[in-house]
């Protein structure tokens, strides 16, 4: 399996908080039906690793990057399914 | 510098102020921009922020854990079980209160067991006795954490000082997303273990007796599934000891043909715990197949539910090849003894036969034979059934051979006999295992030697019952047979002469006679007959020797007596002639060879007949015997010399020369000659006709005492009770037989110091009478009246008494009731007196009370006190109809009632009178008759009785009335005085009350006799009902047993058929007057006024008489009269009757109108008025008088 199949995405979360624990569970129902053959989900939580966050330009949590898509970013709860999915990778957008 | 100085430093607090709302503007303005999705902002230089509705929802989320934390914890302390949670490495993560708790009392430190300390390191430190425990729980733990097995489970001892305890250690693998590691359950099951213990004892108890046994036992926990085997069981498998397998996989085990069935009662068994124990064969794992017994039960817990089953297993291969063997052996020996020719027959040990050859079944013709039942003793001869059995099983018994002989039915119902013998087989330990039997056809032998002990024993019992002696020697001289006889006439046992010489036995004299007639006879080979007398027995005897093979059979006889009886004959003829000719009988000497009779003298004394008369042939005394009599006589002589007896008797008739016939009692004796042939007959004649005629008369004397109704008994002074007649048995019971010889003293009396005062008047008086209380054979008592008088004997010496008693039992109970019955006439006549009088005042005073009432207004004093006034007269006036009814002297109306519908009609009443506390039942007899009784009455006296039955029953009872058809007869009425025989009506009233005794119930008619309290009772209720009932021509009988109960009978008269039934009583009239005229007649004067001003008070017109005369003055005169209202009683030669007869003559349609304190004949006949005659019971109220004018002026019109 080459590097272009699998769907590699970042998540920015703010601990345990509301909209941090919803995008969390959004992304991974999105990612399982964009990516069903493969895909990873990094986690990282600004209070435990702020650098990471600054390094990436993150100043709002919970924020996704799909890196994989050349590093699109949502910033939310990942609710609106049309935009992730968009973001995660067109070939998947349903009408 | 502290946050306080910053706060508290001047200028400082606005600018704060100001950031504050900026941070405050901030946070707003970024949640509007994401539209509040974001939770945390971070500043380029690092720090993170996070934003207040993150910051709100988190502060929540982490109280609502703790306080979930918290419950955990609280639900794992509650847990009785200590509870330890490992991480990944084994180190001791939280642990319970329970866990804790344990720790301490064990003496462990905070460190030992307690949160971060390595659980196996606690375990690996543990040293002594539990280390070995401890090594394999952290082994067990290690598998857990390294996933190598599910969970970990082990018990152990973990005892403390002075007590057992046992604990079970569970781990489990704990795997959470965030927990990763191991549970650790420690649990006392000490209460629990102790009993698990016992049971391994008695396992292995089990085992090694199994092992013994070569029993092997296996048990599966329902639970579990797993099916434990013992070594032996596994050994019977060949597999490894310790093997445990699946249910399944031992069923496996099991030959194809027998799985179903195993696993069939398996299931039962695990199911509804049905046992098992059968014999199959399973193949083993090396591929054996063998013969097995398998049990299986099933194990219940407390609650009675099936938790395990468990069973034996046994390798029985050996035992079936044994078993097949015998079979085999036991088929080759019947096929050889089927072989036999002779019958064969084995039994098992406990003598069951289960095996005949066919030769058995060829004799009986039948294979149709059920051999365990012992149907083979059907076959065999009743008379030996029993001796057989009792033999076989004494044989079986002792284990010893047994031989018996016995008849078998063969195919044709013959019997043969067998001879059988029986031995028994036994194993090597001595046991019998079998018994083998045959049976030889012993027929002929057995009939030959059962003929020959029959013909012996015949002989045998010949020679013993003739009368002669016999005895037998042989040719040595010795004694061989000696029957019962010889005993006798030699006077020694047989015992002592058998094998002795008649030589050594006889005295000399009569061996100097025998000794040469026995040689002779044994010599000349012919027999020798001889008569000696033996001079010291003083004895003829009469000798036959017969000679024989064996030697000599002497017969010989006691002859004394026809030797002594001749000679004496001879001696005494002259003798006897002479005496004959003396006597007064008639003696005769009858020559039976030459037919000839000899008469004495007396022949014509007694019966006129001379020598010449009869001649000397025996015909001319059979000529005279009565006809009738004659063939009876001659046939009893004729048997007499046939039998040979000694004597004859006989009693006929003889005809008197003179035509007359006489009574003859005549003996004769029967005389042998020398040979023992019948030589003479010599008797007398006796004329017994007087004595015939004292005997006949002696016999109608007694049949006559029996005629007589008394008891007519002789006591003898020596013997008791000597004659008892017929009227005797009666009175007593006893039959002659019975008392004959009895004691008079023991048989009829129950005290007997009257019967010795009586004896003693007899002796002393020589007679004498009076009264005596006896007993019956049946326990019951008798009066007799006694009539007693001495006998005497010959010499006038005092021989016996002679009792003639009559029963007066009956007579004495007649008599009290008559008595009874006088003295409640007496009183009755004496009641009835008063009451008349006792009326007329009562009449007085209840009308002016009345008037008084009406005058004065019931509600003011003075008229109130005139009511009180009236009530009392009126009770009075209830009390004087009582005494009345006693005295027999009320009125009655009788009319047809049906009781049981008065009873019917008043049950209401009954029951409010009664109360709840009695209970009423009434049996009504069927189709029964009406009753002719005064209705009126007869509820009164039903009322009566109840309240009575009500007032004996203080706590409650039961009260039955009863009704019924009754016929007295002539028995019934003789026992009861002032009843006559006939139809009545019955109508009972029972009560469970306390009862009366017998003196009480004698007085209970009494009038003013009363147990009740004083006040309570008048003591004229049952006095009332005994009146009634009498007048009515009825009876009343009473019937009490104290503590039980008592029940009255009324019995009524039964009503003519066909009369009319009453109807119910009607409801009284409303006062109504009227303007008639009416004569009063009256002599009482106070009564005469009261009574006219009653009737002006209703508007009639009133005359007035005092006296007939005076009344038929005004019934003579023209003046208008509608009604004669009179006094029945009353002086001046007139009374009421008289006048009315003598007015009606004047004016036939004048209607009259009685009135009387009590009546009398005058216009009551036998206690009944006359048809169509008005009579007005004194007292009377004013409404009673109104309505019985009204009803008399009513019926004058219609």
């Not at chain 1, 799909?66 to 049309?82: A, F, M, N």
């Not at chain 2, 946070?27 to 509040?36: D, K, V």
């Not at chain 2, 902002?41 to 982490?62: F, I, K, N």
Request: charged residues 30%; proline residues 3%.
């Amino acid at each position: 399996m080459n590097e272009e199949a699998t769907l590699l995405c970042r998540l920015y979360i703010a601990g345990d908080s509301p909209n941090s624990r919803r995008a969390l569970a959004n992304l991974r129902e999105l990612c399982r039906r964009a990516a069903p053959n493969g895909h990873h989900i990094e986690i990282v939580d600004i209070f435990a690793d702020p650098l990471r966050a600054l390094s990436d330009g993150v100043m709002l949590a919970p924020q996704l990057l799909v890196i994989s898509k050349g590093s699109v970013r949502i910033v939310g709860d990942l609710s609106d399914e049309t935009v992730v999915l968009a973001a995660l990778g067109s070939e998947v957008r349903r009408s | 510098m502290t946050g306080s100085d910053v706060y508290e430093a001047k200028g400082h607090a606005d600018e704060l102020a100001r950031l504050v709302e900026t941070l405050h503007e901030t946070q707003q303005r970024i949640r509007e921009l994401t539209a509040g999705s974001v939770d945390a902002v971070t500043h380029s230089s690092g720090p993170s922020y996070l934003l207040a509705d993150a910051q709100d929802y988190l502060r929540a989320s982490e109280a609502a854990q703790r306080r979930h934390a918290a419950e955990r914890a609280a639900i794992l302390d509650a847990i009785p079980s200590h509870l330890a949670l490992l991480d990944e490495s084994g180190r001791i993560v939280a642990v319970n209160e329970a866990w804790r708790r344990f720790a301490r009392a064990n003496g462990l430190s905070g460190e030992n067991a307690a949160v971060g300390e390595s659980y196996l390191d606690v375990c690996d430190r543990v040293r002594g006795e539990a280390s070995e425990t401890a090594s394999e729980a952290a082994a067990g733990v290690r598998a857990v954490l390294s996933g190598q097995v599910p969970r970990f489970m082990t018990k152990y001892p973990c005892h403390a000082p002075g007590e057992p305890r046992w604990f079970r250690m569970i781990v489990v693998p704990v795997r959470t997303p965030d927990h990763m590691g191991a549970l650790v359950i420690h649990r006392d099951i000490t209460a629990q273990s102790i009993a698990e213990i016992e049971l391994d004892k008695v396992n292995d108890l089990l085992r090694i007796a199994g092992r013994v046994a070569r029993i092997g036992g296996w048990s599966i926990d329902l639970g579990a599934e797993r099916v434990e085997w013992s070594d032996e069981v596994c050994r019977i498998r060949d597999v490894e000891p310790g093997t445990a397998v699946t249910v399944e996989q031992a069923i496996a085990f099991y030959a194809p043909e027998w799985r179903g069935r195993i696993m069939a009662m398996f299931d039962a068994c695990r199911r509804d715990g049905t046992p098992y124990d059968d014999e199959l064969e399973i193949i083993s794992a090396k591929g054996h197949r063998r013969w097995v017994r398998t049990i299986g039960e099933a194990v219940r817990d407390e609650a009675g539910r099936i938790v395990r089953v468990q069973g034996a297993f046994q390798d029985i291969s050996e035992q079936k090849r044994a078993e097949a063997a015998l079979i085999v052996s036991e088929r080759r020996f019947r096929e050889f003894a089927d072989a036999l020719p002779q019958l064969a027959w084995t039994a098992e040990p406990d003598g069951t036969v289960d095996f005949v050859n066919r030769a058995f079944y060829e004799v009986v013709g039948t294979i149709a034979v059920d051999l365990r039942n012992g149907e083979w003793l059907s076959f065999l001869h009743p008379d030996d059934r029993q001796r057989v059995v009792d033999v076989w099983s004494a044989a079986v018994r002792s284990g010893t051979d047994y031989a018996v002989d016995f008849r078998l039915r063969g195919v044709g119902g013959d019997y043969r006999w067998y001879l059988v013998t029986a031995t028994p087989i036994r194993d090597e330990t001595g046991t019998i295992v079998k018994w083998y039997g045959t049976a030889l056809d012993d027929h002929e032998r057995w009939t030959v030697e059962q003929e020959n002990r029959r013909l012996a024993e015949r002989l045998s019992r010949t020679f013993e019952s003739i009368s002669d002696g016999l005895y037998i020697v042989d040719r040595e001289w010795r004694f061989t047979f000696v029957n019962d006889q010889a005993e006798r006439l030699i006077r020694h046992e047989r015992a002592q002469l058998l094998g002795r010489t008649p030589w050594e036995v006889f005295d000399a004299e009569a061996t100097r006679v025998l000794r040469p007639a026995y040689e002779r006879a044994v010599r000349e080979g012919r027999s020798v007959r001889l008569e000696f007398f033996h001079p010291r027995l003083e004895m003829w005897f009469d000798v036959t020797a017969y000679p024989s093979e064996e030697g000599l059979a002497v017969y010989f006889r006691d002859v004394t007596e026809r030797h002594s009886a001749e000679e004496r004959l001879r001696e005494s003829e002259a003798r006897f002639r002479a005496v004959a000719r003396a006597t007064a009988d008639v003696i005769w000497d009858w020559d039976l060879k030459t037919g000839a009779v000899w008469w004495s003298d007396g022949l014509e004394l007694l019966f006129g007949y001379s020598k010449e008369d009869v001649g000397t042939g025996v015909d001319t005394w059979t000529d005279h015997v009565h006809p009738d009599d004659r063939d009876r006589v001659m046939r009893s002589i004729a048997e007499a010399i046939e039998r040979r007896d000694e004597h004859w008797q006989d009693e006929y008739r003889f005809v008197h020369k003179d035509g007359s016939v006489r009574e003859i009692e005549d003996r004769g004796y029967l005389i042998l000659d020398e040979q023992g042939e019948l030589a003479r007959a010599v008797g007398g004649m006796s004329d017994i006709t007087e004595r015939k005629r004292a005997e006949q008369r002696i016999a109608e004397q007694a049949a006559l005492l029996d005629q007589a109704r008394d008891a007519i008994v002789v006591r003898s002074f020596d013997g008791g009770v000597s004659f008892w007649n017929r009227g005797a048995e009666h009175i007593y019971g006893w039959t002659r037989d019975e008392a004959i010889g009895q004691s008079m003293e023991l048989l009829l009396y129950d005290d007997p110091e009257p019967f010795r005062r009586a004896w003693e008047a007899v002796m002393a008086q020589g007679e004498w009478r009076g009264r005596l209380a006896q007993r019956r054979k049946d326990g019951s008592a008798v009066t007799v009246e006694a009539n007693w008088t001495l006998l005497h004997d010959g010499t006038g010496a005092p021989r016996g008494f002679l009792a003639i008693n009559t029963d007066i039992t009956q007579r004495l109970v007649l008599e009290e009731q008559l008595r009874q019955a006088q003295r409640l006439e007496t009183v009755g006549q004496l009641t009835g007196g008063v009451a008349h009088d006792f009326n007329n005042l009562l009449t007085v005073i209840l009308g002016n009370a009345e008037l008084l009432v009406e005058d004065l207004g019931a509600e003011s004093p003075p008229g109130a006190l005139a009511a009180t006034m009236r009530l009392a007269a009126e009770r009075g006036a209830e009390l004087t109809a009582r005494l009345l009814a006693f005295a027999r002297r009320q009125p009655l109306d009788p009319k047809p009632v049906d009781l049981n519908r008065m009873i019917g009609d008043t049950d209401a009443l009954l029951r409010r009178t009664l109360g709840e506390q009695v209970e009423i039942e009434t049996v009504r007899g069927g189709g029964l008759w009406n009753a002719l009784v005064d209705p009126p009455q007869l509820e009164s006296a039903l009322l009566n009785l109840c309240i009575n039955a009500r007032d004996a029953m203080g706590s409650g009872g039961k009260l039955t009335i009863e009704t019924a058809n009754v016929r007295l007869d002539d028995e019934y009425v003789a026992l009861h005085a002032d009843v006559a025989p006939g139809q009545y009506v019955m109508l009972a009233v029972s009560d469970t009350g306390t009862g009366m005794t017998a003196d009480v119930v004698s007085r209970a008619f009494e009038p003013f006799f009363t147990t009740k309290p004083a006040g309570k009772g008048s003591g004229l209720g049952l006095s009332m009902v005994y009146g009634f009932v009498k007048q009515s021509g009825g009876h009343v009988g009473i019937y009490s047993e104290l503590g039980q109960g008592t029940t009255i009978r009324l019995y009524l008269p039964r009503a003519p058929i066909g009369a009319e039934q009453s109807v119910g009583a009607d409801t009284g009239p409303a006062i109504e007057g009227g303007s008639e005229t009416i004569l009063v007649v009256e002599d009482d004067a106070l009564v005469r006024e009261h009574v006219a001003d009653q009737l002006r008070s209703l508007g009639y017109s009133v005359l007035t008489a005092q006296n007939g005369a005076e009344a038929l003055d005004h019934v003579r005169s023209d003046r208008r009269l509608d009604v004669l209202f009179t006094d029945v009683v009353m002086p001046g030669g007139m009374n009421g009757r008289e006048l009315a007869d003598a007015a009606r003559s004047v004016r036939p349609r004048l209607p009259v109108l009685f009135t009387s304190g009590y009546t009398e004949n005058a216009v009551v006949h036998h206690g009944r008025l006359d048809p169509g005659v008005h009579l007005l019971q004194k007292p009377y109220r004013r409404q009673q008088l109104a309505a019985k004018i009204r009803q008399v002026l009513v019926d004058k019109k219609g």
